[in-house]
């Protein structure tokens, strides 16, 4: 009889010893390479079966690099992010004790659910089909009362994230009659009406963002770019958008340049790791030299937070075939996690129990 078939011994008889017998179960070490590469091994569960209270926040990719103009491979990022993220690997749930943090001296995300709901299905280069499955995800994690955290993609993925955050905005929803607080950390306007009659290419989904009747203010931070569309920037500035260039933030800093953030109000963050400067991030399809460093990003991430609630997260145009060791991948990993630590910390990620 095989180990797998061998029947239980009876009730008060010894164990059967020998080389079949089974053993004492080892303690398991769960080192970051070993089992399926959930983001930050957090549980995964299925879109349709999340229930309210399972999560604070909940991740999904968005595999999609249809709308790229310039080196694509976007489209494997979730995965790549995936599998570095296993380095924040916590247990998570009410037993989650958090991590320390040494420079600030406290402790983070202690007691905070996190669920990996896995990926939007796109269908090729099909927006309408894109649209849909991403509509259909983030419906249930807000039914749910959880934060989407999104990992992309290219950056024309925020487009129909944002529009499927419309119910909390309108009529009955937890945000009904309120606006939502747009960040995104960018070295490009990403403001572009068309490119040759196109309306969806990665260059343009802040200006269809801005078309949603419930989006504020946009903020964009890191802006560099010696290729900047006049009209978009017209378009932006005339629209009350705020523009903060790397000079600008190299002169006043992080604090003073969104100083202007509404207290209070549903904060969205998209983070495009172009906006970080590519000796930190080199794995993009269209980096820009003088970008931000690691702890410019973490204080616009502490700033968002700090000002009110979070509504959102993505984390978009990371292209693992040009990044070198993963260097890239890793870091989105890292601040993704810490924009949660951050948002969690403050009371300010939406409990589920509220809803």
């Given at each position: 009889m095989s180990r797998a078939l061998r029947p239980p011994s009876p009730a008060g008889?010894?164990?059967?010893?020998?080389?079949?017998a089974l053993q004492p179960a080892v303690p398991r070490a769960d080192l970051p390479y070993v089992g399926i590469a959930t983001f930050a091994r957090a549980p995964?569960?299925?879109p349709d079966l999340l229930r309210p209270g399972d999560a604070h926040f909940a991740v999904f990719g968005v595999p999609f690099d249809g709308a790229v103009g310039y080196r694509p491979g976007q489209r494997l990022a979730p995965r790549a992010i995936?599998?570095?993220?296993?380095?924040?690997?916590?247990?998570?749930?009410p037993d989650n004790p958090g991590y320390w943090d040494i420079q600030d001296g406290r402790w983070y995300l202690a007691g905070c659910r996190l669920v990996d709901v896995g990926d939007?299905?796109?269908l090729y280069t099909d927006l309408e089909h894109l649209d849909r499955s991403v509509a259909a995800v983030i419906a249930a994690v807000l039914a749910a009362g959880a934060v989407p955290v999104v990992l992309g993609g290219d950056h024309s993925v925020t487009y129909p994230v944002l529009r499927a955050l419309t119910p909390i905005f309108e009529s009955g929803g937890v945000w009904a009659g309120r606006r939502l607080h747009v960040v995104q950390i960018d070295a490009h306007l990403d403001f572009t009406d068309?490119?040759?009659?196109?309306a969806r290419s990665n260059s343009s989904p802040f200006r269809r963002a801005a078309e949603l009747p419930f989006v504020g203010t946009i903020t964009v931070v890191g802006v560099r770019g010696i290729r900047t569309n006049p009209e978009a920037y017209a378009a932006a500035v005339g629209r009350g958008n705020r523009i903060v260039t790397m000079r600008e933030v190299?002169?006043?800093?992080?604090?003073a340049a969104l100083g202007h953030l509404p207290r209070g109000e549903p904060l969205y963050v998209s983070l495009d790791v172009d906006g970080l400067d590519p000796s930190v991030a080199p794995g993009?399809?269209?980096?820009?030299p003088g970008g931000l460093t690691y702890e410019e990003v973490r204080a616009v991430l502490q700033a968002v937070t700090e000002a009110g609630p979070l509504a959102g997260l993505d984390v978009v145009e990371v292209n693992p075939y040009l990044d070198p060791g993963g260097v890239t991948s890793l870091l989105a990993a890292r601040l993704a996690?810490?924009?949660?630590a951050l948002a969690y910390g403050t009371g300010h990620s939406q409990e589920p129990e509220a809803r």
């Amino acid at each position: 009889m095989s180990r797998a078939l061998r029947p239980p011994s009876p009730a008060g008889e010894p164990a059967p010893a020998g080389p079949g017998a089974l053993q004492p179960a080892v303690p398991r070490a769960d080192l970051p390479y070993v089992g399926i590469a959930t983001f930050a091994r957090a549980p995964h569960v299925a879109p349709d079966l999340l229930r309210p209270g399972d999560a604070h926040f909940a991740v999904f990719g968005v595999p999609f690099d249809g709308a790229v103009g310039y080196r694509p491979g976007q489209r494997l990022a979730p995965r790549a992010i995936r599998d570095l993220s296993t380095r924040y690997a916590l247990p998570w749930g009410p037993d989650n004790p958090g991590y320390w943090d040494i420079q600030d001296g406290r402790w983070y995300l202690a007691g905070c659910r996190l669920v990996d709901v896995g990926d939007a299905d796109p269908l090729y280069t099909d927006l309408e089909h894109l649209d849909r499955s991403v509509a259909a995800v983030i419906a249930a994690v807000l039914a749910a009362g959880a934060v989407p955290v999104v990992l992309g993609g290219d950056h024309s993925v925020t487009y129909p994230v944002l529009r499927a955050l419309t119910p909390i905005f309108e009529s009955g929803g937890v945000w009904a009659g309120r606006r939502l607080h747009v960040v995104q950390i960018d070295a490009h306007l990403d403001f572009t009406d068309t490119v040759a009659g196109y309306a969806r290419s990665n260059s343009s989904p802040f200006r269809r963002a801005a078309e949603l009747p419930f989006v504020g203010t946009i903020t964009v931070v890191g802006v560099r770019g010696i290729r900047t569309n006049p009209e978009a920037y017209a378009a932006a500035v005339g629209r009350g958008n705020r523009i903060v260039t790397m000079r600008e933030v190299r002169r006043s800093g992080i604090e003073a340049a969104l100083g202007h953030l509404p207290r209070g109000e549903p904060l969205y963050v998209s983070l495009d790791v172009d906006g970080l400067d590519p000796s930190v991030a080199p794995g993009t399809s269209s980096p820009e030299p003088g970008g931000l460093t690691y702890e410019e990003v973490r204080a616009v991430l502490q700033a968002v937070t700090e000002a009110g609630p979070l509504a959102g997260l993505d984390v978009v145009e990371v292209n693992p075939y040009l990044d070198p060791g993963g260097v890239t991948s890793l870091l989105a990993a890292r601040l993704a996690v810490e924009a949660m630590a951050l948002a969690y910390g403050t009371g300010h990620s939406q409990e589920p129990e509220a809803r």
